[in-house]
């Protein structure tokens, strides 16, 4: 599954967008089935405090969804800070073993 970044650029789906594209997806299959052909603009159309109320809930699944994202690149970056501390951690570490093992080679 890909992601449309921006105008003309495709990238992977991470897995928190595959997750939230086959919720979207299954809620839009479901509807689907639910609302007869053409349902989506007549009712839009023919009950503007409805149009209203639906305009409103998809803005704020679009601000949802974005928040969650954003969210999930703080994870990640998280998870990637806490990676590199360990190995800058262990490769002090080596360094430092080295380091006394050379000064005792040269002790010796």
């Known amino acids: ?3 449309i970044e921006s105008v ?3 990238s992977p789906m991470n897995p928190v967008e595959r997750a939230l ?3 979207l997806t299954a809620l839009l299959d479901r509807l689907s089935t639910s609302v007869p052909e053409g349902g989506f603009e007549r009712i839009r159309a023919t009950n503007p405090t409805l149009k ?4 409103d809930a998809d803005a704020k699944l679009a601000a949802v969804r974005e928040s ?4 999930y690149g703080r994870w990640r970056r998280a998870l990637e800070d806490l990676e590199n501390l360990w190995a800058l951690g262990a ?3 080596a360094a430092a073993e080295e380091s ?3 000064a005792a080679a040269l002790a010796a």
């Open 1 to 3: 599954m890909f992601s």
């Open 8 to 10: 003309g650029e495709v």
């Open 21 to 23: 594209h086959q919720e």
């Open 52 to 55: 209203a109320r639906l305009d």
């Open 68 to 71: 969650l994202l954003d969210g």
């Open 91 to 93: 490769w002090r570490s």
């Open 100 to 102: 006394s093992e050379q």
